[in-house]
């Protein structure tokens, strides 16, 4: 038996565990501190190195907003997971989130203003609706034009990804996880009560198998046909010509439903500047073929927009980024358990905005791992909707 062979053979005699979670994402290491803190054996398995830039985590920053335009039925998870970053925040003596208040601009009837709107009032958020003019006074580096409107909620904010994906290793560290970085899963199988997991390593047993591969979910779950795309996006990070206008205090973390898209940018902060992204649009990709290089006209086009409505944002490029959504056709996350394998839980299709969400999504995948079902109001988020069965 060749060298390859014989240390596969000792992969799978040293690595047994209840739970073994592929891809360690933002919401596979979510979901490794949910577990190991709950006293299971969890063994985390990651291609990559830690904070690689392939797939949806990378980056320093994240927006963090509960007025949640895309449904109300994300508000009570949003509002879960604020409280789970503060303990997440606590337990590692990392800071995670900064509220600066959000602002989302758009036409009365987009669906940013009416969906905000629609949360806040049935959550009973506290919101306010301005008028163009209104926001212009409160915000001099925007300019709204005047048919548009504003919502601003208080309690969005800024997430500080890197060190939320840092806290959530520590945290599963601490708690017994083991994480492997530099594995790739590459295929597994019911085997009797549990499921028999091949790697680039070798093989491993788990009772219980979570899988958040983010873009590389067709892949790994190619046999449910989940209705996921990929898409390449950008992010652009400016040195504004006036930062006194974009620090925080006078600006809070924005949205922007404009006839040529829909962006979000941040105030400024050190080594970052102002970030700036595109949310619609993006080039149908798969997270093996996807361009990471960046084109001088796809920046041109980023600093027009950007210059149409923050025009003293639009100064020097720090550095373009590109990074990957993983897309469902109705935008919602898919977050479930396997149809005909319920010893395998999964997560994926976050379509732009899971960051926020990852505390509580490492709890529904930790409830439905072990026990099948989660108190959450994950409901919505099931993949039954796509009339998922195994294929
Ligand atoms: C530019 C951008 C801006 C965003 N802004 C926001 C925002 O402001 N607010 C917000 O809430 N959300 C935002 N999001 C969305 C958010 O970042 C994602 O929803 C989230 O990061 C998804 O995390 P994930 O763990 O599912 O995916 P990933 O981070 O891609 O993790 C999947 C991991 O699985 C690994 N993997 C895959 N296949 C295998 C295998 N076979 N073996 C081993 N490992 C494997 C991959 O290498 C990868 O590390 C944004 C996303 C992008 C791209």
């Not at 927009?305 to 020097?316: H, I, T």
């Not at 109001?377 to 039954?384: M, R, S, T, V």
């Amino acid at each position: 038996m060749d060298a390859g062979s014989e240390q596969r053979k000792g992969y799978r005699q040293m690595h047994s565990a209840d739970v073994v979670i592929v891809g360690l994402g933002i919401m596979g290491t979510a979901a490794a501190a949910a577990l190991a803190r709950r006293g299971h054996r969890v063994l985390g398995l990651e291609q990559y190195p830690p904070f690689h830039t392939r797939g949806s985590s990378h980056g320093k920053t994240r927006i963090i907003r509960e007025a949640y335009f895309e449904s109300p039925e994300y508000v009570p998870l949003v509002q879960r997971a604020y409280v789970l970053w503060e303990e997440l925040a606590e337990r590692t003596g990392r800071t995670l989130l900064r509220v600066t208040g959000g602002i989302s601009l758009g036409r009365p009837e987009s669906p940013f203003i009416t969906g905000a709107r629609e949360s806040a009032l049935r959550h009973g958020l506290a919101h306010e609706l301005l008028d163009a003019a209104e926001a212009r006074k409160r915000f001099p580096a925007l300019r709204v034009p005047d048919d548009f409107v504003a919502l601003l909620e208080g309690r969005a904010g800024i997430l500080f990804a890197e060190e939320c994906w840092r806290a959530f290793i520590d945290d599963a560290v601490a708690h017994g996880a083991r994480l492997h970085f530099g594995v790739r899963v590459t295929g597994f199988a019911l085997e009797g009560s549990g499921v028999a997991i091949e790697t680039s390593e070798g093989a491993i047993r788990a009772e219980r198998l979570v899988v958040t591969a983010g873009p590389w979910t067709p892949e790994v779950l190619a046999s449910l046909g989940l209705p996921l795309t990929v898409r390449r996006v950008l992010v652009v990070h400016v040195e504004p010509r006036r930062r006194e206008l974009f620090e925080l205090g006078q600006l809070p973390i924005f949205l922007l439903d404009v006839p040529e898209g829909e962006y979000y940018g941040f105030p400024w902060l050190p080594e970052q500047g102002v970030k700036f992204g595109r949310h619609d649009d993006g080039e149908a990709c798969t997270a093996e073929t996807a361009r990471r290089e960046v084109r001088d006209d796809e920046i041109a086009h980023m600093l027009a927009v950007l210059g149409r409505y923050l025009p003293e944002a639009a100064g020097s490029v720090l550095m373009p980024v590109t990074c990957l959504y993983t897309m469902t056709p109705d935008g919602h996350f898919v977050l479930d358990r396997h149809p005909e394998w319920p010893h395998v839980a999964f997560a994926g299709g976050f379509s732009g905005h899971g960051f926020k969400f990852a505390p509580v999504i490492g709890e529904a995948l930790a409830d439905l791992a072990i026990e099948g079902r989660s108190e959450l109001p994950i409901g919505f988020l099931g993949a039954g909707r796509f009339g998922t069965r195994h294929q």
